[in-house]
């Protein structure tokens, strides 16, 4: 189970933490990932990282504004938001799949979202 919150309203050039709590089952062998859905468009890949071993995937978009960390022994991932625009408005997804991929297919399990607005 993948419970994803720390989404709220923010102002443009703000900051964020969501986190992605993973519980019922090992994520050893698994990359957590971060995606983000707005309306009326495709579900967009933001960010993953290997449970093991920490190797991090990050999209264009977000290479010099988010990042991804993860807490193995609290079972949690964090994706931290810097400078956020308000094209960054979305909700945010955690999931986690076999491989360190952009492509959502890749994901098996999902959780809720959790929406960030970023807006003044």
């Known amino acids: 189970q993948l419970q994803a919150s720390g989404g709220g309203l923010v102002q443009p050039g703000g900051s964020l933490r969501l986190s992605c709590a993973a519980s019922?089952?090992?994520?050893?062998?698994?990359?957590l990932g971060w995606f983000r859905q707005a309306p009326g468009k495709e579900r967009d890949f933001v960010a993953a990282?290997?449970?093991?071993?920490?190797?991090?995937l990050l999209a264009d978009s977000a290479k010099d504004r988010f990042a991804i960390s993860r807490d193995n022994a609290e079972n949690t991932v964090w994706l931290q938001m810097n400078s956020l625009k308000p094209e960054d408005t979305a909700i945010y997804y955690c999931a986690a799949g076999s491989h360190l991929r952009r492509d959502p297919t890749a994901y098996a399990f999902w959780g809720q979202g959790t929406l960030v607005t970023v807006s003044s």
């Open positions: 990282i290997r449970w093991i071993g920490g190797r991090t």
């Open positions: 019922g089952r090992t994520y050893d062998d698994q990359s």
